[in-house]
């Protein structure tokens, strides 16, 4: 387990998500490797909302509070994966401007990037379960 420990998304099912390598202000490393269940077709290609998933989660833990959710984010997808594939994804924290922090996230299966993107998160005062209500 990487120390610091996170403050988020501590209950997340890390075989869907990725397991957390290295964490420290504003950076973490995660990664994934495909399994079956995330197959879209007989030939063993991963659906992109997995990689996504792991995108996800190492921008969440690049910010790492745990009232930090996504606000959206911008990806392009550039090559496939398919099951059995250890992907790794690095999350740096790009800006912040008050409670909002923009983070750019690059996923790669060894030399060869699978996405890229930049996510916009928020931090907010509650939980977003308390906040939306």
Same mark, same amino acid.
């Given at each position: ?5 996170? @403050?988020?998304? *501590? ?53 790492? @509070? ?48 699978? *996405?890229?993107?930049? $996510?916009?998160? $928020?931090? &907010?005062?509650? @939980?977003? &379960?308390?906040?939306?209500?």
């Amino acid at each position: 387990m990487p120390d610091p420990l996170p @403050h988020t998304h *501590l209950t997340i099912d890390r075989s869907l998500c990725g397991e957390p390598l290295e964490l420290s202000p504003g950076r973490a490393r995660v990664a994934l490797v495909t399994r079956g269940e995330m197959a879209a077709d007989e030939r063993g290609l991963v659906h992109g909302g997995f990689v996504f998933g792991l995108a996800d989660y190492a921008a969440m833990l690049a910010v790492d @509070h745990p009232n930090v959710v996504l606000g959206a984010a911008e990806v392009r997808f550039l090559a496939p994966c398919v099951v059995g594939e250890r992907l790794v994804a690095e999350a740096r924290l790009d800006g912040e401007e008050g409670s909002k922090k923009r983070v750019s996230v690059e996923v790669r299966r060894d030399a060869t990037v699978l *996405l890229r993107g930049l $996510f916009t998160c $928020f931090v &907010l005062l509650t @939980h977003v &379960l308390d906040a939306s209500r």
